[in-house]
């Protein structure tokens, strides 16, 4: 069966300071990944999403940005966190050519910004 | 682009309660529609999926049907508990672009108090 990973589960850190956050799926070869982050009482935003390695797009311009080193792996990062950074990171993947698109989410990493 | 509202929360029943949490949609394609629920501090779970026009998706008492004609995938539960508090997702894939269309309403946030 598939499981999808992610770490840290939390995470502090000052203004300025840089990022990375894993991501991490089993059980399945070729999937879609994506990066969402919801700040505290909103929906989910789409930051990036990747339909093979290397190969990531960016739905919304900001400071951080995306990487697929390997098939099952993706890495949010930042050069220089902002506060407005804050908020809980969920990354998620699909069936490449799965009809149904069904998302499957991992737990989450929750970042405070200080 | 493709879209998807819900009701606004918060919304705040007491145990045995009927829930209804509205969802309407627009999408250029044929989507799939998901109901999906986030408990605190969790990833999101998919509760409940339809992938056609009249199909009814159900799961753990909850249940919505696929409505092309009114554009609309409703949450219903008979008979809530306080374990149902958690926040609800609506959500589509549209056909028409696979993996990258995935598009999610705001959220409801459910209070069911004993």
């Known amino acids: 069966s598939q499981t999808i990973h992610q770490w840290p589960a939390t995470l502090v850190q000052p203004v300025g300071s840089p990022l990375s956050l894993e991501c991490t799926v089993e059980?399945?070869?070729?999937?879609?990944l994506y990066w969402y982050r919801q700040a505290a009482g909103r929906g989910l935003q789409l930051l990036f999403y990747?339909?093979?390695?290397?190969?990531i797009s960016s739905e919304v311009p900001q400071n951080l940005s995306a990487s697929r080193p390997q098939d099952r792996q993706f890495i949010l990062s930042s050069k220089k966190l902002l506060l407005s950074d804050s908020g809980f990171y969920l990354c998620?993947?699909?069936?490449?050519?799965?009809?149904?698109?069904?998302?499957?989410f991992g737990p989450g990493t929750r970042l405070t910004v200080l | 682009g493709d879209s998807v509202t819900q009701m606004e929360g918060p919304v705040t029943l007491s145990e045995e309660a009927f829930l209804t949490i509205n969802c309407t949609y627009t999408?250029?394609?044929?989507?799939?529609l998901f109901w999906y629920v986030q408990y605190p501090g969790e990833g999101l779970q998919l509760l409940l999926k339809a992938t056609k026009a009249d199909d009814k998706g159900s799961n753990k008492g909850f249940e919505a049907t696929y409505r092309k004609e009114t554009t609309s995938f409703h949450l219903e539960k008979g008979s809530v508990q306080v374990s149902d508090s958690a926040v609800y997702f609506c959500?589509?894939?549209?056909?028409?672009?696979?993996?990258?269309?995935?598009?999610f309403g705001p959220g409801t946030r459910l209070s069911v108090l004993p």
């Open positions: 998620a993947w699909s069936e490449l050519r799965e009809v149904d698109n069904e998302q499957f």
């Open positions: 959500a589509l894939s549209d056909r028409a672009d696979y993996g990258q269309n995935f598009v």
């Open positions: 990747s339909v093979g390695i290397g190969q």
């Open positions: 059980g399945t070869s070729n999937p879609n």
């Open positions: 999408a250029t394609g044929y989507p799939s």
